[in-house]
T-cell receptor, first 112, second 113 residues
Framework: ETGVTQTPRHLVMGMTNKKSLKCEQHLGHNAMYWYKQSAKKPLELMFVYNFKEQTENNSVPSRFSPECPNSSHLFLHLHTLQPEDSALYLC???????????FGQGTRLTVV | DQQVKQNSPSLSVQEGRISILNCDYTNSMFDYFLWYKKYPAEGPTFLISISSIKDKNEDGRFTVFLNKSAKHLSLHIVPSQPGDSAVYFC????????????FGGGTRLMVKP
């Protein structure tokens, strides 16, 4: 248990669906991240929030839309995804950017 | 272009022996390096880190070595235990670039009893 909780753990969605991934941490961390892990690829940083402000958008398509309502919660809104977006989506948090990140267990997303 | 590379996708070691996981990087501005361990169906967990001002950091059975001139770091696990079987990721960051972590592709370690 790392203190970072992601829901749901598994998600299957059609290409026309809209869904959201949720991440929650009560570690007092100020930075939160979304990562994508595809098969046989390194972890890819998608978005970074520092003190609720988005500081990094790593050229992510607009069909992925992050939201950080407060420093403890992070969402990833998904709409009109493609099958190639199927991957493990990991949320992480750290006290500040660059400090050791604590990861959630991930959401295994399958787009059909 | 991958700035952090783990060239061995898998490694098999006998219990009790040493496991050596390797990582190479290309960005000479990286100044902080980390190792993460990942079990199936779980997120990565932080294992050990090293700053570029050091060449070695030890924590129990885990030691990380950094060779800045070769842009190479390694993780030594001794003695290896079956519970160490997991995927190990190295990561690097640069203070002046916002400290974002860049991950390698991972090495799957299998420790045989």
């Amino acid at each position: 248990e790392t203190g970072v909780t992601q829901t749901p753990r598994h998600l299957v969605m059609g290409m026309t669906n809209k869904k959201s991934l949720k991440c929650e941490q009560h570690l007092g961390h100020n930075a939160m991240y979304w990562y994508k892990q595809s098969a046989k690829k390194p972890l890819e940083l998608m978005f970074v929030y520092n003190f609720k402000e988005q500081t990094e958008n790593n050229s992510v398509p607009s069909r992925f839309s992050p939201e950080c309502p407060n420093s403890s919660h992070l969402f990833l809104h998904l709409h009109t995804l493609q099958p190639e977006d199927s991957a493990l989506y990991l949320c992480a948090s750290s006290l500040q950017t660059g400090a050791e990140a604590f990861f959630g267990q991930g959401t295994r997303l399958t787009v059909v | 272009d991958q700035q952090v590379k783990q060239n061995s996708p898998s490694l098999s070691v006998q219990e009790g022996r040493i496991s050596i996981l390797n990582c190479d990087y290309t960005n000479s501005m990286f100044d902080y390096f980390l190792w993460y361990k990942k079990y199936p169906a779980e997120g990565p967990t932080f294992l050990i880190s090293i700053s570029s001002i050091k060449d070695k950091n030890e924590d129990g059975r885990f030691t990380v070595f950094l060779n800045k001139s070769a842009k190479h770091l390694s993780l030594h696990i001794v003695p290896s235990q079956p519970g160490d079987s997991a995927v190990y990721f190295c990561a690097a960051s640069e203070y002046n670039a916002g400290n974002m972590l860049t991950f390698g592709g991972g090495t799957r370690l299998m420790v045989k009893p």
